[in-house]
């Protein structure tokens, strides 16, 4: 069902004619500048996010900062915090949108959704449970292993995250590689993938058969015809003069 959405999301939008090569989608993937620059906002975004996310974790344990109160150092962060995650989602969601079937089956990019939705709980969950006694250890050097496991988390999640980001732009272990009934076949949802493809090959191939079948064959005329088009007739022995006989 995704597939399929994805699929319409990618090739019809925008398009002219019906052409899917002129859609929004495919048009944004084949600007050279545009995408450049929606990339280089989202990877600067990305590192205004993550960088201030990981001052906060190094505070929660215990390694840096250890002399500020955690709640200080949130306040003055967290603005910024917020307003790189507005610019990542955005720019992200715009790369999405450049080329959403090669994303939404890629182990890669599947996996970094893994450890962002990881990240996210790791959120709620500190907020809404390990930060209820924060008046405890907001000025301690050193927090509790609750305050520290969560800030471990984060931190992981987030460099996996980042790092999954990236193995996103190669090519390798793609559907068209992987082993069919693989972990990675199974996981990135190729059996739809290779299915549009496959059907897609055959449609060209039919496409080009009737092309050949209904041309007509040019022949050239041999070198006998062509000698006997071009050959003159000889002429005929004139009838002997009746004057002439006895």
């Known amino acids: 069902m995704f597939h399929d959405f994805l699929q319409w999301l990618q090739d019809v939008p925008g398009a002219t004619d019906g052409d899917p090569s002129s859609s929004w989608s495919q048009t944004l993937a084949g600007s050279l500048h545009l995408w450049a620059l929606i990339e280089g906002s989202h990877v600067l ?20 900062f250890r002399d500020v109160p955690y709640s200080t150092l949130n306040n003055k962060i967290l603005p910024i915090t917020i307003g790189g995650f507005v610019l990542v989602m955005l720019t992200g969601a715009v790369l999405f949108f450049s080329n959403p079937v090669h994303y939404y089956h890629s182990v890669w990019f599947r996996a970094k959704m893994v450890f962002l939705i990881i990240a996210a709980a790791n959120i709620f969950w500190f907020h809404y449970r390990t930060q209820k006694n924060l008046a405890e250890w907001d000025a301690r050097p050193s927090p509790p292993a609750a305050v520290k496991i969560a800030a471990g988390v984060s931190l992981a999640s987030w460099i996996f995250v980042i790092i999954f980001g990236r193995l996103t732009a190669f090519l390798f272990f793609e559907c068209d590689t992987m082993p069919v009934g693989s972990f990675g076949y199974a996981f990135a949802e190729c059996e739809s993938a290779m299915r549009e493809a496959n059907a897609a090959a055959e449609e060209f191939e039919e496409e080009s058969t009737d092309g050949e079948a209904t041309e007509e064959p040019t022949e050239e005329p041999t070198d006998g015809s062509t000698e006997e088009s071009t050959e003159e007739a000889p002429a005929e022995d004139p009838a002997p003069d009746a004057t002439t006989q006895e």
């Open 45 to 64: 975004s990305l590192m205004l996010f993550a960088g201030t996310i990981f001052v906060v974790d190094l505070r929660m344990l215990g390694v840096a």
